[in-house]
């Protein structure tokens, strides 16, 4: 599936009748299979921009399409990831994994899977367990496996892993990399780490400026798995430090 947004304006009311702009005139064309990273400081928007795709937020101006069909509303075919945990505190571990599918009528191979995304988040032995005795970055691998299992044509991923130590992070940068590699669904991944941006995308997409927009996109062409001590990480990754140094000082003057 494509994603196209188009002159994309978004405004939050705020006391005494004024508006915070938080983006504005944004386009962007995110292609069918890609691996699109949003990243950018604190605060630049790029949540908002997320919920915007999702379609749970409405758009102050201008136009989302995805595959050509303009989007105001959730579907199922785009799954959403985000920053905080969002599970349903009164089911189990794998009754929330499943939930989704179930309320769609979704039982194909259900339990199998289900074994399968709880192993490969590193979940076994925690099947029947609540939310509330889980750890955050147990939470969080609990709605990774549920946004897999409904096979999504769109995932979009909100900070998933910013609450993950070094190495259960790393682990799951590369499973996730190898479900979209097999599952080739469109993900949109936001982060505000440059490391994990070049590892994980296709393209980086850096979000911020005043007004705040895409300052600037760029291809990363490195094959994957990624080495972050290759010459071509850390180029890129020097090219991007300087660019977000260049818009932060350039607004913090103003
Ligand atoms: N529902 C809302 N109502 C009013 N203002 C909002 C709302 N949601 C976000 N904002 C404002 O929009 C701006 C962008 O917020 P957003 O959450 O998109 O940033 P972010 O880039 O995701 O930041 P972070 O990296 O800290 O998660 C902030 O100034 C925030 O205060
Ligand atoms: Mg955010």
Excluded at 130 to 136: D, F, G, T, V
């Amino acid at each position: 599936m494509t994603i196209q947004m188009e002159k994309v304006c978004k405004r939050f009311p705020q006391p005494a009748g004024k508006e915070l702009s938080v983006l504005e005139e944004v386009d962007l064309s995110i292609g069918e299979g890609e691996f699109v990273i949003i990243l950018g400081e604190s605060g630049c928007g790029k949540s908002t921009l997320l919920n915007l795709m999702a379609g749970l937020l409405p758009l102050s101006e201008g136009e989302i399409r995805v595959n050509g069909r303009r989007i105001n509303q959730p579907h199922p075919s785009r799954a959403m990831i985000f920053q905080q945990p969002s599970l349903l505190p009164w089911l189990n571990v794998e009754e929330n994994i499943v939930f989704g599918c179930k309320l769609r009528g979704e039982h194909d191979d259900l339990t199998v899977r289900t074994a399968q995304l709880i192993e490969i988040m590193g979940l076994s032995g925690f099947e029947k367990v609540k939310p509330h005795e889980l750890s955050l970055g147990m939470a969080q691998r609990v709605c990774l496996a549920r946004a897999m299992i409904g096979h999504p044509q769109i995932l979009l991923l909100d900070e998933p892993f910013a609450s993950l130590d070094t190495i259960t992070r790393s682990h799951l940068q590369e499973e996730l990399i190898e479900f979209w590699m097999v599952e080739k669904f469109t993900a949109v991944f936001v982060t505000h780490d440059i490391d994990e941006a070049i590892l994980m995308g296709t393209r980086v997409v850096l979000l911020g400026g005043r007004p705040r927009g895409i300052l600037k996109t760029y291809e990363v062409n490195l094959n994957f798995p990624r080495d972050i001590a290759s010459r071509g990480f850390f180029l890129l990754r020097s090219a991007i430090l300087k660019k977000l140094r260049e818009s932060f000082d350039g607004y913090q003057r103003r």
